[in-house]
């Protein structure tokens, strides 16, 4: 079964880091585009990051620049989200999406997604 099983969640005060993992089953995460979202309670679900796995490159929307950082394991079949310097505006249940790649342009802007994990939360403290 395709799935996405995000990790890596948790509690940290303000200023720390927390990298969040985002392992895929049956398929690969070669040339596919992969999104992380985020969505706090009572507001709209947030585009945080996408990777285009075909090239390795990543969007990193203005929320987070400089603080968040994208990559990908190869062989563990995982995308992580690096997040450092984190704040409490960044408290929010965190997803993984992914969609077979339709060019980086198509990725980073509008791309749409079939497949998500479940989430992991993500609380920062003041």
């Known amino acids: 079964q395709v799935q996405l099983q995000e990790s890596g969640g948790g509690s940290v005060q303000a200023g720390g880091s927390l990298r969040l993992s985002c392992a895929a089953s049956a398929f690969t995460t070669d040339n596919y585009c992969v999104a992380w979202f985020r969505q706090a309670p009572g507001k709209e679900r947030e585009r945080v990051a996408r990777?285009?796995?075909?090239?390795?490159?990543?969007y990193i929307a203005d929320s987070a620049k400089g603080r968040f950082t994208t990559s990908r394991d190869i062989t563990a079949n995982t995308v992580y989200l690096q997040m450092n310097g984190l704040k409490p505006e960044d408290t929010a249940m965190y997803y993984c999406a992914a969609g077979p790649a339709r060019g980086r342009p198509y990725c980073f802007a509008s791309q749409g997604f079939s497949i998500w994990g479940p989430g992991t939360q993500v609380t920062v403290s003041s």
């Open positions: 990777s285009y796995t075909a090239d390795s490159t990543s």
